[in-house]
């Protein structure tokens, strides 16, 4: 990918570390950019993109943020970059029921829980949207059917969020989780009950609650992603 350092995948560990193998054969730590399990993600060998900061007072100056499993599937490792990929998406009309609001506000602090919302969407003619942007990388197995799930770890943060989101919808605000599928062979989304059973549940009753729930999927370019379309949320 432009402007990116290509790389092999040795291992990752401690959540935000992982041994890369560069193309001159180097062995260096750099820093993976994800708190959850990446479940189905690592591959021994996969190749990876790497951005560089050209900070040298940087510990670990190379950030992982893309790889590409054994079946040809792209992954973005970077769970922030999902904020800058919805944003950008909203920004610029692509999805179809955000579109046109005046304002686009980031990291809002909100709610009850001492919590930001990842996107604060506002207009003068409309009610407040408050936008919770999850990062979605599983797929799995067979990876043939396509079906993503959220989350891949057990998520107290994310079940948290669910719940600031019912009580803004409860008090007259638009609520929308914001599913951005960083991963190309994933088809539909579903709440991955057989890992965090509550998420599901809370995800259920904010449905009930008016909370809307949206997909869309990234597409590569030689750029990096970019929100492409939407898809199925499977309830």
Request: hydrophobic share 35%; glycine share 6%; aromatic share 8%.
């Amino acid at each position: 990918m432009k402007g990116l350092v290509h790389a092999r995948l040795i291992k990752r560990y401690k959540r935000f570390l992982a041994d890369v193998r560069l193309d001159n054969d180097e062995v260096i730590t750099v820093h993976c950019p994800n708190t959850g399990s990446m479940k189905n993600c690592v591959e021994e060998n996969a190749e990876i993109w790497l951005s560089d900061s050209y900070n040298p007072k940087r510990k670990y100056r190379y950030t992982w943020e893309y790889l590409m499993t054994s079946r040809g599937h792209h992954i973005g490792v970077n769970a922030g970059k999902a904020n800058q990929l919805v944003q950008s998406a909203i920004r610029d009309d692509l999805v179809e029921s955000l579109a046109g609001y005046e304002t686009i506000r980031p990291e809002v602090k909100y709610g009850d829980e001492n919590s930001r919302i990842d996107l604060l969407l506002q207009d003068s003619k409309r009610q407040d949207c408050y936008v919770e942007v999850k990062s979605v990388t599983l797929l799995e197995d067979p990876p043939s059917r396509g079906i993503g799930y959220f989350p891949d770890a057990v998520s107290q943060r994310g079940a948290k969020h669910i719940r600031e989101l019912i009580k803004m919808s409860q008090s007259d605000a638009r609520s929308v989780l914001f599913f951005c599928v960083q991963h190309t062979g994933i088809q539909e989304v579903r709440p991955a009950d057989h890992i965090d059973r509550e998420y599901g549940k809370l995800l259920r009753e904010a449905l009930d609650n008016g909370v809307e729930v949206l997909a869309y999927k990234v597409r590569k370019s030689n750029k990096g992603f970019r929100l492409w379309r939407d898809l199925p949320v499977i309830v």
